[in-house]
């Protein structure tokens, strides 16, 4: 199931914004339980949250296009990521799974650079 994320619980909710464009409507939404700490996966929680987006409203689901942190050349989901690479994978229906599985090696890549750098040792 696309939605299963270990160590989350998902549960469907609705407020009610008290400003911007939503302010005084009621939306709905989901609320995520983080029920294993250890076992919670956030990249794939996101990964599949975002994947749900696109199913439940195709055609109107949009990525932000605007500038994100003065970065202008590319869509904020691609700087957020790293790559356009999973934006493009989720929009043809890939596995929030998947997805999260082919950005493994950059990960990998990332925590060995990042070694250098750290003052503390975990």
Do not use: Q
Request: net charge positive; hydrophobic share 50%; charged share 25%.
């Amino acid at each position: 199931d696309a939605m299963r994320v270990p160590g989350a619980a998902w549960r469907p909710t609705f407020f009610s914004p008290r400003f911007d464009k939503w302010a005084g409507l009621r939306c709905g939404g989901v609320n995520l339980l983080v029920t294993d700490r250890a076992a919670f996966r956030p990249v794939l929680a996101g990964v599949a949250l975002l994947a749900a987006c696109l199913a439940a409203f195709p055609g109107e689901f949009a990525w932000r296009t605007d500038a994100y942190e003065f970065v202008k050349d590319r869509l904020a989901i691609d700087l957020l990521l790293g790559d356009p690479m999973p934006r493009a994978a989720l929009e043809a229906g890939a596995s929030p799974h998947d997805v999260v599985a082919s950005m493994e090696v950059a990960r990998r890549e990332f925590g060995r650079v990042r070694e250098r750098y750290l003052l503390y040792r975990e």
